[in-house]
């Protein structure tokens, strides 16, 4: 029990108190239950990984999008969290690539450049691989400071594609909402107006 508590403990948002109810229920539950969550876990730790270009939830490396002949990988849209990738690509008007942060600098929740993933992103700018870095990060306090540090960061790396353009989504979204949960019309023209970073 105390086992089950500590690793539940790990979780994001879940508290002592938390975890100790979660136990109990896992306790409580059927065996079938109990069995289908566990299955779960070791089925997604064994079958699904990040992409190693794009940080994106894949069963094949690399993903789909990254692999795929008729998307221009020349442009990169990045976003905060692999579910973002859903919500842009349901606007239909993006047809370049991704790249996930998995996350936002957030000093209050200990998340600084550290735990941002950017090695990839950084290494395909560098490399002048890159025409366009779409900064598609959410309008909240924490989006905007982790496009201005990203811009900062990609910028002082350098670039052996001296044309190339570090652009910030407009805001069609509101100020302070989360890109997750813009409708498509919003977030297609937020596309549309991005301005250079
Ligand atoms: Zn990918």
């Known amino acids: ?74 442009v990169v849209c990045v976003v905060e969290e692999p579910t973002n990738i859903a919500s842009v690509e349901k606007t239909r008007s993006f047809n370049g690539v991704y790249h996930v942060l998995h996350g936002t600098l957030s000093p209050l929740n200990n998340i600084g450049p550290e735990q941002l993933r950017t090695a990839s992103l950084l290494k395909r700018t560098a490399l002048g691989e890159v025409d366009e870095v779409i900064i598609a990060t959410s309008p909240t306090i924490e989006g905007e400071a982790t496009a201005t540090w990203l811009a900062d960061e990609i910028r002082g790396v350098g670039s052996e594609n001296p044309a190339m353009k570090i652009t910030r989504i407009a805001t069609g979204i509101p100020a302070g909402s989360d890109i997750e949960y813009a409708d498509e019309v919003t977030l297609s023209r937020s596309l549309e107006g991005r301005r250079n970073l």
Not at 37 to 47: C, D, P, T
């Open 1 to 74: 029990m105390s086992r089950l508590i500590e690793e539940l403990r790990k979780l994001p948002g879940i508290g002592s108190k938390s975890a100790q109810r979660l136990a109990f229920h896992i306790l409580r539950s059927s065996d079938e239950d109990a069995d289908a969550l566990s299955s779960a876990i070791r089925e997604l730790k064994s079958q699904l990984r990040l992409c190693s270009i794009c940080n994106n939830i894949t069963d094949v490396d690399p993903c789909v999008i990254c692999s795929s002949a008729t998307r221009n990988n020349r």
